[in-house]
């Protein structure tokens, strides 16, 4: 699978859009961007994936470039409850999920 | 949407004893299972994969014969640490995996917080 680049840590204030940057440069054209967080002692939980087109669901939105090479994970409105490691994971469809180091995002008051 | 649960949540054991873990999925048969490790301020490390009435495969450097998984049927599988000692603290969290058409999601359980005294 494709390896990704995520900054080690974003701030966002509550009620603000949280922008998380993904690289994914060596992205095969049958991998999909995934995202995953997982808040502080708690298993990781699915937030949305996207092959090439944008995706929108109740939690986020999942922007992928047109070369696929990024993707930026939209949070519209942040809560603290948003405070969370965010994992960026390209796979083909079978291929077992593997973890980077993921973006800590801080959503303050 | 799909549930995993584990069993227990936490739990505390002497050095030297085994524990055992739960992994259960409560609304669906899981075909694949996947146990991984995440020690304090660190990413999850997939540690085995098990597939129902077979071996379990081990990443390379984890031990097997430490770390017994069973995955007996479609909804259950456990891991089993035997003589425990404190570098095996830690957190570990099952997923399990619903094969349908060309997707092939993981749902992972809330963890088990293991800690060796």
């Known amino acids: 699978d494709a390896k990704t680049t995520q900054p080690p840590s974003m701030d966002c204030a509550e009620g603000r859009a949280a922008n998380l940057p993904c690289n994914h440069s060596t992205i095969s054209g049958n991998e999909y961007v995934y995202w995953y967080r997982q808040i502080h002692s708690q298993g990781p939980q699915y937030i949305i994936h996207?092959?090439?087109n944008n995706e929108t669901n109740e939690m986020a939105s999942l922007i992928i470039t047109e070369d696929r090479k990024s993707s930026t994970l939209i949070l519209p409105h942040a809560t603290l409850r948003d405070t969370a490691v965010y994992y960026c994971?390209?796979?083909?469809?079978?291929?077992?999920?593997?973890f980077g180091k993921g973006t800590m995002l801080l959503v303050s008051p | 949407g799909a549930v995993v649960s584990q069993h227990p949540s936490r739990v505390i054991c002497k050095s030297g004893t085994s524990v055992k873990i739960e992994c259960r999925s409560l609304d669906f048969q899981a075909t694949t299972m996947f146990w991984y490790r995440q020690f304090p301020k660190k990413s999850l490390m997939l540690m085995a994969t098990?597939?129902?009435?077979?071996?379990?495969?081990?990443e390379q450097g984890v031990e097997k014969d430490k770390f017994l998984i069973n995955h007996a049927s479609l909804t259950l599988s456990t891991l089993t640490v035997t003589s425990a000692h404190p570098e095996d603290s830690s957190f570990y969290i099952c997923s399990a995996s619903l094969a349908s058409g060309r997707s092939y999601e993981q749902y992972f359980g809330p963890g088990t917080r293991l800690t060796v005294t």
């Open positions: 996207g092959l090439k």
């Open positions: 994971i390209v796979r083909v469809y079978y291929s077992t999920l593997t």
């Open positions: 098990s597939n129902e009435g077979s071996k379990a495969t081990y």
